[in-house]
DNA sequence: TTGAATCCCATAAAATACCATGTTATACCA
DNA sequence: TGGTATAACATGGTATTTTATGGGATTCAA
């Protein structure tokens, strides 16, 4: 059953007023191919908005289950705060989800948003945002190059 | 027989004076689609309500007789608990399901109810004591972050 | 026969599907 | 390779369906 998939590419599309987008034709391949849906959550420690497919969450719950008890509280913030959050959006024939006030609200997302691919995930930000953090993660991932490198050769 | 079902979302409904909620469309869908039942019961730890799919429970009682040494004596009193307080709850052709006294008193329900997705269950709160609830476990899933992306990588 | 539970109908609002058009990307052929 | 025909896509607008919810009628049991 593991199909290979990537959400790839940085897309940028526009939100109408109705808070409806153009889901990347891409992506909507991805769901075709592998008959799932999207699911999208607010990000936990960003503002934008996290994307996946529905079987990806459901491999979560279904960890969940078996790695501990019906009543263990150990998962149970875990899983308020993901699945309390997540939710289907089904694109129509046009290929367009409607994003919900919450999560536009999240990401500061008004009229014009960017869909970035992270391979399993995907993520919609603000367009100045997403321009910022791309910048910050540049910065990041050159000053710890040394520590990359030093890692992989002590394989 | 494991197909993809997931209880998500957060959402607000009226409760009239007769005790009537509409379920999610959502978590109706999924009833439909299993040929299941909703079943609900007071939460053991928390003032909300929990509820979940009749084959859920079935499962867990199966997982109990088939293996007695995995389940200790103090979770077998608490199947106990669940078993005695837990009911069917069907719900009309306008999707509403009707809640009783004993668990609205227990979540502090009045005029509002909040549906709370967790995966395979979901939880039912008073609004505000919802609020409270989520505030608190963001707070405890920051200072657990390790633990939260550990978790997320598993995806 | 009274109170409670269930069912059915009506309505407003929200979500979803559908249609039309300009634009961009792709395929095809000379 | 260059140019044109074709298909796919994004996007604005509109129509249709679904959903939540109030109210009333009917049924059932104490």
Partial sequence: MRKVFLFMDTIINKVDAKGRVSLPSDYRAIVKDLESEIVCYR???LPCI?????ETLDKL??????????FSETQDNLTNLIFGDAKRFTFDSTGRIMLSEKLLKHADI?????????????????????????????QEVLKNRPVLKKQKESE
């Fill in 43 to 45: 990000s936990l420690s």
């Fill in 50 to 54: 996290e994307g996946c497919l529905e």
């Fill in 61 to 70: 719950a279904t960890d969940i289950e078996d790695s501990t008890d019906f």
């Fill in 110 to 138: 008004t009229d014009t948003a960017v869909f970035v691919g992270k391979g399993r995930k995907f993520q919609i930000w603000n367009p100045e945002n997403w321009e910022k953090e791309e910048q910050r993660i540049r």
